[in-house]
C-alpha cells in the first residue's frame, strides 16, 4: 500500500496592536508517504512492515524596526524551521493455541530539526529512537479476556523506559463486554524543550536570550486507569461505548524563568524548561452510533473532565490553574453520513467544545462550535481502489483555536482537497 499527502497554507500572523509582531505572512508545506507491505502466511500468522517519512517546512520571518525595539538599528527575526522523521516498523501477529494469541514488533525512527535560531550556534539536530512491544492476549473461558502487554524504548533524549499495560474483559453475552485497564506510558522531552539555545541576535551580538537548556529534563509519566463498558442493541440498532477514567500525570514539563548570564543585561531572565506539575484527570465520555439503514450512520459523542494540578516550585502559581483549566469540562459532537450509492458519499459533523486554556503561549478561550462537511467519491480500477474528497471546514467561522486576540483567531473556512489510493 501507498499513501502519500502534500499539505501548504499561507496564514496571516502577528498584530497591529504588538509593536515587535507586526502583521506578516507564515508559510507552512507538510509532505508525508507511507510504504505498507503485508504477508499472511495463514490466516493464524500475518507479517507487516511499514515506512513512513514526514517533512515540514515552516517559514515566518520579519524585521523588528529600530523605533520598535529601542535599538538604532532594525533587528531581523527568523523563526524558520524544517523537521523531518523517518520510522520503520515491523509487527508480527500470531495464534499459540486455542486460548491465547500474541503481537510483537520493533520499531526505529530518526528525527531531524534544523534552525539557526532556536538551535544556535549549530542550527541542525538528528538523533535516532529504537522501540520493542508485544501483547500477550488471553481466554481462559468464553466470557473472560486477559490482555498483558508492554514496550520498551531506548529515546535519545530520555535514555530507556518501560511502559507496561493490563486490561480484563468480562463479555457475559455476544452484546455486552465490560473492561477493566491499567498502564503507565511517557511522553519523550523533545529538542526544543531540552537542548534549545534561542536567542535574538545582530551582527554577532546578542541582544536577548529567549530559551536555554534544560540538561536535567526527566520524561513525563502518566498512569491510567479505566473502567468500560461496549454494548450492541441490534433491535434498536444502536451500538453504545461507556467509559469512565482517572489519570494520574507526572513531571509535565513548564517553563520556568531563570537569570541571564552575568555578562548579560542585570536583572533580564530566560525560559528554561523544568519537570514541575503533576496532575489528576478524572472523566467520564461515551458514545452512540444510530444506523436506522444500511446506508446512514449517525454518531454522537458527549465527554466530561476535571482535573487538579500541582505545582512543585510555586505551589497555587498560574501554571497550576492553567493546567486545571487545560482541558474543557463538556464537549461533545455530532457526525452524519451518508452512502449514496456509486461511490459517493457524505458526512456532516458538529463539535462544541467548553471553554478552556491552552497552555504555552495560548491564552483562555471561549466555548466555540464547529461545523464541518465532506464530500467523497471512490472507484476501483484493476490497479486498487480510489478516493477522492472535498473538505469544508469551520463553515460558521466561529472556532477559535488557540489565542484570544482577534488577529490570532482561525476564524476562516478552510477547505482540502485530498485523493488516497489502496490495493
Known amino acids: 500500500m501507498l499513501q502519500f499527502g502534500v499539505n501548504h497554507s499561507l496564514w496571516g500572523v502577528g498584530s497591529v496592536s504588538d509593536a515587535l509582531d507586526p502583521p506578516h505572512k507564515s508559510d507552512n ?28 517546512d515552516y517559514e515566518n520571518a520579519w524585521v523588528i524596526p529600530g523605533a520598535a525595539s529601542g535599538l538604532p538599528w532594525d533587528v531581523p527575526v527568523d523563526l524558520n524551521y524544517t523537521v523531518q522523521r523517518e520510522q520503520l516498523e515491523f509487527q508480527a501477529n500470531l495464534v499459540l493455541d486455542a486460548h491465547s494469541r500474541a503481537a510483537y514488533g520493533a520499531e526505529m525512527r530518526r528525527d531531524e530539526i534544523q534552525s539557526h535560531t532556536f538551535f544556535a550556534p549549530g542550527g541542525s539536530l538528528s538523533e535516532e529512537m529504537y522501540r520493542l512491544f508485544g501483547t500477550w492476549e488471553w481466554r481462559p473461558h468464553a466470557a473472560w479476556l486477559a490482555n498483558l502487554g508492554g514496550m520498551l524504548e ?25 473492561r477493566l485497564g491499567l498502564s503507565r506510558g511517557y511522553r519523550s522531552e523533545t529538542f526544543f524543550e531540552q537542548v534549545p539555545n534561542y536567542g535574538v541576535s545582530y551582527a554577532g551580538v546578542l541582544i536577548d536570550q529567549i530559551k536555554i537548556p534544560s540538561p536535567n529534563l526527566k520524561p513525563e509519566m502518566i498512569d491510567s486507569r479505566e473502567l468500560g463498558y461496549v454494548g450492541s442493541y441490534p433491535e434498536l440498532r444502536l451500538n453504545l461505548n461507556l467509559r469512565l477514567f482517572n489519570d494520574h500525570l507526572q ?9 541571564f548570564p552575568a555578562e548579560l543585561s542585570a536583572g533580564k531572565r530566560a525560559s528554561q524548561d523544568q519537570n514541575i506539575v503533576d496532575i489528576d484527570m478524572w472523566g467520564a465520555e461515551y458514545q452512540v452510533q444510530w444506523q436506522p439503514e444500511a446506508a446512514s450512520r449517525i454518531v454522537f459523542n458527549q465527554a466530561w473532565i476535571w482535573q487538579k494540578a500541582r505545582d512543585h516550585l510555586i505551589p497555587g502559581s498560574n501554571d497550576e490553574n492553567e493546567m486545571e483549566t487545560s482541558a474543557p469540562r463538556l464537549s461533545y459532537s455530532l457526525l452524519a453520513m451518508r452512502d449514496f450509492g456509486q461511490g459517493v458519499s457524505a458526512s456532516i459533523g458538529y463539535h462544541k467544545v467548553g471553554q478552556m486554556s491552552w497552555l504555552g503561549e495560548g491564552d483562555p478561550i471561549p466555548a466555540y462550535r464547529r461545523f464541518d462537511l465532506r464530500l467523497a467519491k471512490a472507484w476501483r480500477t484493476g490497479q486498487g481502489r480510489y478516493e477522492l474528497a472535498l473538505t469544508l471546514q469551520n463553515l460558521f467561522r466561529d472556532q477559535q483555536d488557540f489565542e484570544e486576540e482577534i488577529d490570532h483567531q482561525i476564524s476562516a473556512n478552510r477547505a482540502f482537497v485530498s485523493l488516497r489510493f489502496w490495493d
Open 29 to 56: 508545506d507538510n509532505r508525508f508517504i507511507q510504504l505498507a507491505w503485508r504477508r499472511q502466511h495463514s490466516p493464524d500468522e500475518t507479517y507487516s512492515l511499514q515506512y513512513t517519512r514526514s517533512n515540514k
Open 154 to 178: 531506548h529515546h535519545y533524549l530520555a535514555g530507556s523506559t518501560f511502559s507496561p499495560r493490563f486490561s480484563l474483559h468480562y463479555l457475559p453475552s455476544g452484546r455486552h463486554a465490560f
Open 251 to 259: 513531571r509535565l514539563i513548564e517553563a520556568v524563568k531563570q537569570p
